[in-house]
């Protein structure tokens, strides 16, 4: 089965980002700033989407962080920044969006936890006064229900019936249902309260991979509405990449999902904008989309004692990141770009070929020169000090895109 022919039937518009209805999979983050704070709140924000971030999310929490957020808004647009700002709402979004409606005017979309918006006959109604204050904002919502933060008492309902039954269900069996049904019922909830259909975002976010596909799977054949995915807590490092990918990849490769976030655990200090880039690292290559160019670098082996091509690889993938977000302002299609660094003889002359611009190093033991080709032709011979070698390639590399690529009109930017 394709992708065109999953892709959901009901489009949401959220903001100018079109989520369904067969656009193209977009990419969301999050802040991890304190939303209180406007200033470096709104920078994040702008970061987030100068790398790719096509919708921005921050958590509304407190009556602070509500009041802050038109101030996010205005910075984020003074700064030329459209993308669609969302606000996350647990416990208390009902409280926060009634009495702060410039807050409520200010954000693109409501994320709701339907596990999370209260308890008893309290829960729909709470729920309910969300998806009210949507209906007069004319704002769409993500119905994201957390396998951490599911609805205890449908929990306890489904374990004591597989307990009484002698179903022989796992645990995981039951909280995967349990995160269908939350999904499913909240929807037509908040169809109830008045929202449209084409309003309405759904995602069943759980932490292990194997989980969020059978979820997923389960979910497609239940609703049209878009799908958001990701791992709730992907985790850190190469943990988090490969978890990720390997969940989402699957998932998009069948044709299910609409929007994605890879939900990764920062180092302290550490650049949020990483959870942006691997999100489009997935979508590039799958073949979704195509965000910057894409640098092929050989692993390395016995031949390539030298570190001259990791380290040029390395230096050419910053160079690209650092000027993407000029060059697709100036230029159209500048996110095709292909480039190579490879490290010998064996498979340097033919990744190098296949690449817009590749380089091929030397290894250990092969002449000190690096013959450069463009578009598969070769076109010049660099040889030098590793810093030469790098201001070369780098200066080939913006004259590719200066003469490759058309300028963008100011309608299309």
């Not at 160019?293 to 570190?307: D, I, K, L, Y």
């Not at 993407?324 to 010998?344: F, H, I, N, R, S």
């Amino acid at each position: 089965m394709t992708v065109a022919k999953l892709h959901r039937t009901v489009g949401v518009r959220v903001g100018g980002v079109q989520i369904g209805g067969g656009a193209p999979v977009a990419v969301q983050s999050m802040t991890m700033t304190e939303t209180a704070d406007a200033a470096a709140t709104a920078r994040q924000c702008v970061d987030l989407a100068e790398a790719g971030s096509e919708l921005v999310r921050v958590t509304v929490n407190t009556a602070g962080a509500a009041a802050a957020v038109p101030e996010i808004k205005r910075r984020m647009l003074d700064a030329g920044c459209t993308a669609p700002l969302i606000g996350d709402f647990h416990y208390n979004g009902h409280l926060l969006l009634t009495r702060h409606p410039s807050c409520a005017a200010a954000l693109d979309k409501y994320r709701i936890n339907p596990g999370n918006v209260g308890t008893g006959t309290r829960r729909d109604e709470q729920f309910a006064t969300i998806c009210k204050v949507a209906v007069e904002h004319n704002r769409p919502v993500r119905i994201g229900v957390n396998g951490g933060s599911l609805n205890q008492e449908l929990v306890v309902a489904k374990m004591q019936e597989n307990s009484v039954r002698n179903q022989g269900r796992s645990s995981e069996e039951i909280l995967n249902e349990c995160m269908l049904i939350s999904a499913v019922e909240s929807t037509q909830l908040a169809l109830d309260a008045g929202l449209r259909k084409d309003q309405i975002i759904i995602s069943c976010k759980v932490s292990r991979p194997r989980d969020l596909i059978a979820v997923y799977r389960e979910l497609a054949l239940h609703t049209d509405q878009p799908l958001h995915l990701g791992l709730t807590e992907a985790g850190m490092g190469i943990r988090g990449l490969v978890w990720s990918a390997s969940a989402i990849g699957v998932l998009l490769h069948e044709g299910i999902g609409d929007t994605i976030r890879v939900s990764l655990t920062p180092r302290p200090g550490g650049d949020r904008r990483e959870e942006v880039y691997a999100a489009c690292e997935v979508l590039q290559a799958l073949g979704l989309r195509s965000f910057a160019p894409s640098v092929t670098a050989c692993p390395g082996c016995g031949r390539t004692t030298s570190t001259t091509f990791q380290e040029l690889a390395e230096r050419t993938q910053e160079y690209i990141r650092q000027r993407m977000p000029d060059w697709k302002k100036q230029y159209d299609g500048v996110e095709t770009l292909t480039l190579a660094v490879m490290g010998c003889v064996v498979n340097g002359p033919g990744e190098s070929k296949a690449a817009n611009i590749g380089i091929s190093l030397p290894g250990t033991g092969e002449a000190p020169q690096c013959p450069v080709y463009v578009d598969g032709e070769h076109v010049t011979t660099l040889r030098g000090t590793y810093d030469e070698l790098a201001d070369g390639f780098r200066s080939l590399v913006d004259h590719y895109v200066a003469s490759h690529y058309p300028v963008r009109s100011s309608r299309s930017s």
